[in-house]
Nanobody, 120 residues
Protein backbone atom coordinates (compact mmCIF):
# COMPACT_ATOMS: atom_id res chain seq x y z
CA UNK A 1 0.00 0.00 0.00
CA UNK A 2 1.26 3.49 -0.86
CA UNK A 3 -0.07 6.93 -0.05
CA UNK A 4 1.19 9.56 -2.48
CA UNK A 5 0.75 13.16 -1.38
CA UNK A 6 1.09 16.15 -3.67
CA UNK A 7 0.18 19.82 -3.98
CA UNK A 8 2.51 21.51 -1.54
CA UNK A 9 4.49 24.60 -2.35
CA UNK A 10 5.46 28.15 -1.47
CA UNK A 11 2.64 30.69 -1.19
CA UNK A 12 2.11 34.12 0.27
CA UNK A 13 -0.08 34.80 3.30
CA UNK A 14 -3.74 34.84 2.37
CA UNK A 15 -3.32 32.55 -0.61
CA UNK A 16 -4.67 29.03 -1.11
CA UNK A 17 -3.35 25.56 -1.81
CA UNK A 18 -4.97 22.20 -2.43
CA UNK A 19 -3.28 19.03 -1.25
CA UNK A 20 -4.11 15.60 -2.63
CA UNK A 21 -3.26 12.14 -1.37
CA UNK A 22 -4.00 8.99 -3.33
CA UNK A 23 -3.89 5.55 -1.75
CA UNK A 24 -2.96 2.64 -3.98
CA UNK A 25 -2.11 -1.02 -3.71
CA UNK A 26 -3.90 -4.11 -2.44
CA UNK A 27 -6.64 -2.17 -0.64
CA UNK A 28 -9.85 -3.81 0.50
CA UNK A 29 -11.47 -0.96 2.41
CA UNK A 30 -10.56 2.50 3.71
CA UNK A 31 -12.07 3.88 6.90
CA UNK A 32 -10.83 7.27 8.10
CA UNK A 33 -8.49 9.44 6.06
CA UNK A 34 -6.72 12.48 7.40
CA UNK A 35 -4.07 15.13 7.25
CA UNK A 36 -1.45 15.85 9.87
CA UNK A 37 1.34 18.41 9.88
CA UNK A 38 4.67 18.91 11.54
CA UNK A 39 6.36 22.27 11.80
CA UNK A 40 10.10 22.52 12.52
CA UNK A 41 10.81 21.76 16.15
CA UNK A 42 7.23 20.81 16.91
CA UNK A 43 5.41 17.50 17.25
CA UNK A 44 3.14 16.19 14.52
CA UNK A 45 -0.43 17.42 14.96
CA UNK A 46 -3.81 16.55 13.53
CA UNK A 47 -5.14 18.97 10.94
CA UNK A 48 -8.33 17.28 9.75
CA UNK A 49 -9.94 13.85 9.52
CA UNK A 50 -12.78 12.55 7.37
CA UNK A 51 -14.61 9.29 7.98
CA UNK A 52 -15.85 6.87 5.34
CA UNK A 53 -19.25 8.48 5.80
CA UNK A 54 -17.74 11.95 5.22
CA UNK A 55 -18.02 13.21 8.78
CA UNK A 56 -15.22 15.68 9.43
CA UNK A 57 -13.13 16.89 12.34
CA UNK A 58 -10.77 19.87 12.27
CA UNK A 59 -8.09 21.34 14.47
CA UNK A 60 -9.29 24.60 16.00
CA UNK A 61 -6.50 26.50 14.30
CA UNK A 62 -7.76 25.62 10.80
CA UNK A 63 -11.53 25.66 11.26
CA UNK A 64 -13.20 27.89 8.72
CA UNK A 65 -10.08 28.00 6.54
CA UNK A 66 -9.37 24.37 5.59
CA UNK A 67 -11.75 21.84 4.08
CA UNK A 68 -11.11 18.11 3.93
CA UNK A 69 -12.89 15.94 1.37
CA UNK A 70 -12.48 12.53 -0.23
CA UNK A 71 -13.27 10.68 -3.43
CA UNK A 72 -13.89 7.06 -2.53
CA UNK A 73 -13.84 6.00 -6.18
CA UNK A 74 -10.24 7.19 -6.39
CA UNK A 75 -9.14 6.34 -2.81
CA UNK A 76 -8.08 9.97 -2.57
CA UNK A 77 -8.30 12.56 0.17
CA UNK A 78 -8.00 16.30 -0.39
CA UNK A 79 -7.22 19.28 1.79
CA UNK A 80 -8.31 22.66 0.47
CA UNK A 81 -6.42 25.33 2.38
CA UNK A 82 -7.46 28.97 2.16
CA UNK A 83 -6.38 32.15 3.94
CA UNK A 84 -3.03 30.55 4.63
CA UNK A 85 -0.93 31.99 7.43
CA UNK A 86 2.81 31.72 8.16
CA UNK A 87 1.85 29.53 11.12
CA UNK A 88 0.54 26.94 8.63
CA UNK A 89 4.09 26.34 7.39
CA UNK A 90 4.87 22.66 7.92
CA UNK A 91 5.33 19.30 6.29
CA UNK A 92 1.86 17.89 5.68
CA UNK A 93 1.32 14.15 5.92
CA UNK A 94 -1.70 12.19 4.79
CA UNK A 95 -2.93 9.20 6.71
CA UNK A 96 -5.38 6.40 6.03
CA UNK A 97 -6.89 3.74 8.29
CA UNK A 98 -7.42 0.87 5.96
CA UNK A 99 -7.62 -2.85 5.47
CA UNK A 100 -5.74 -4.71 2.77
CA UNK A 101 -7.00 -7.81 0.99
CA UNK A 102 -4.43 -9.93 2.84
CA UNK A 103 -5.21 -8.84 6.42
CA UNK A 104 -8.43 -8.90 8.41
CA UNK A 105 -7.49 -6.01 10.69
CA UNK A 106 -7.23 -2.30 9.87
CA UNK A 107 -3.94 -0.42 10.15
CA UNK A 108 -2.71 3.15 9.75
CA UNK A 109 -0.67 4.04 6.70
CA UNK A 110 1.21 7.29 6.07
CA UNK A 111 2.17 9.26 3.02
CA UNK A 112 5.64 10.68 2.48
CA UNK A 113 4.83 14.30 3.34
CA UNK A 114 4.58 17.42 1.24
CA UNK A 115 6.05 20.79 2.18
CA UNK A 116 3.85 23.84 2.62
CA UNK A 117 5.59 27.18 3.14
CA UNK A 118 3.64 30.38 3.73
CA UNK A 119 5.86 33.41 3.52
CA UNK A 120 5.90 36.88 2.08
Amino acid sequence: VQLQASGGGLVQPGESLRLSCAASGNIYSISDMGWFRQAPGKPRELVAVITSGSSTTYAESVKGRFTISRDNTKNTVYLQMTSLEPEDTAVYYCNAYLRTRTKISYSYYWGQGTNVTVSS
